[in-house]
């Protein structure tokens, strides 16, 4: 990787973690191996974490609920740490646990465990 393009990966991190409020291992691995890759995913990262016809906390909320479909206890980590960074509160939180539980069921709900402990911290 040229300084350039380490420059540029550095800022595009440094600006994902800043939304985010903390950069997840699996982007510095991705950015470091696919300079190019880590452009791509921010660009859907953006629409994501922005405010458009949907506010970003509900869709960070809806986010949640896909990957604790998908059964991913460290995604549901992530987007749980998202959605606090931006300013989801318990009661939202739970009522998307409802949402996990009825559409998904308890292997969904049990990959949320992690995540769970941190609306107690």
């Known amino acids: 990787m040229s300084k350039h393009e380490e420059l540029e990966h550095e800022e595009l991190l440094d ?3 800043n939304k985010l409020g903390f950069t997840p291992q699996i982007l510095k691995t ?3 191996i ?3 890759f880590l452009k791509k995913y921010n660009h859907c990262n953006q629409k994501l974490l922005s405010d458009g016809a949907l506010p970003a906390k509900m869709k960070i ?3 949640l609920a896909v990957v604790a479909s998908k059964q991913c206890e460290r995604c549901t980590v992530v987007q ?3 959605a ?7 009661e939202e939180i739970m009522e998307t646990m409802e ?3 009825i559409t998904s069921g308890a292997p969904a ?13």
């Open 109 to 121: 709900v049990a990959a949320c465990r992690d995540a769970l402990k941190l609306l107690k911290e």
């Open 61 to 63: 909320l809806m986010a």
């Open 34 to 36: 696919d300079p190019h």
């Open 30 to 32: 991705l950015g470091e």
């Open 80 to 82: 749980m740490q998202s």
């Open 15 to 17: 600006s994902m973690s």
């Open 99 to 101: 949402v996990i539980s």
């Open 84 to 90: 606090l960074k931006n300013g989801a509160t318990a």
